[in-house]
């Protein structure tokens, strides 16, 4: 099982739905989870932490299962520019971030 | 709002050639990282650099690489004989605490012909 496994996609759906991504994870002892967002060939920029409690930022939900060992990403209203890989990324043992290889999202008028 | 500056934003280099690629961190952060993201792959992690040593490095980041914090602002990676294959983008990142999200600078595109 890899480390950290998202659906590539695309996922193509039309301004105003929502959307919901998941990322799953192979190790327990994960400690911190993030939601980066990535455009084409710039690099990453953090969206939002993930807690278990769930967090909230906008139109951006973000959740944490650790029972289940994934983490979800809820974008609600979706907006044109919205359209980017999400990329999910946690921390093990040390401090080095291990990412997904991303779900592409394309938002359509 | 503070950020993570890298240059150049793009290097051509010849195969077998020493590459410098250098990164200004955020000016209050302590933790130091360099990342690389070959086209169409995921963002892998290479070396991490705490307290002025390499605290964590990856299998990539093998003989031929060395991190260096020269002075108070900048924190350098050096690729000393460049391979084909080091071709990609190399992103810098920082944070002031280990447990807090990591802010990226916006990549040097390396290329090796």
């Known amino acids: 099982r890899k480390e950290v496994e998202q659906d590539p996609g695309p996922f193509n759906v039309p301004e105003g739905a929502t959307v919901a991504f998941n990322c799953t994870y192979s190790?327990?002892?994960?400690?911190?989870f993030f939601w980066y967002r990535q455009d084409c060939r710039k690099e990453p920029k953090l969206l939002m932490s993930v807690y278990s409690s769930g967090n909230e930022d906008g139109r951006f939900t973000a959740q944490l299962n650790r029972a289940s060992q994934y983490i979800s990403l809820l974008i609600r209203d979706s907006k044109l520019s919205d359209s980017a890989t999400y990329l999910c990324?946690?921390?093990?043992?040390?401090?080095?971030?291990?990412f997904g290889t991303g779900t592409q999202l394309k938002v359509e008028l | 709002e503070p950020e993570v500056t890298q240059t150049p934003s793009h290097q051509v280099t010849q195969m077998g050639q020493e590459v410098i690629l250098r990164c200004v961190p955020i000016s209050n952060h302590l933790y130091f990282y360099w990342y690389r993201q070959i086209l169409g792959q995921k963002v892998e992690f290479l070396v991490s650099f705490y307290n002025n040593e390499i605290s964590e490095k990856s299998e990539i980041f093998d003989d031929q690489f060395s991190v260096e914090r020269p002075d108070g602002s900048n924190f350098t990676l050096k690729i000393r004989s460049t391979k084909l294959e080091d071709s990609a983008m190399y992103f810098c990142?920082?944070?002031?605490?280990?447990?807090?999200?990591?802010?990226f600078g916006d990549g040097t595109r390396l290329s090796i012909l």
């Open positions: 990324a946690l921390t093990g043992g040390g401090n080095k971030l291990t």
């Open positions: 990142a920082s944070t002031g605490n280990s447990n807090q999200p990591q802010h």
């Open positions: 190790n327990s002892a994960s400690q911190s």
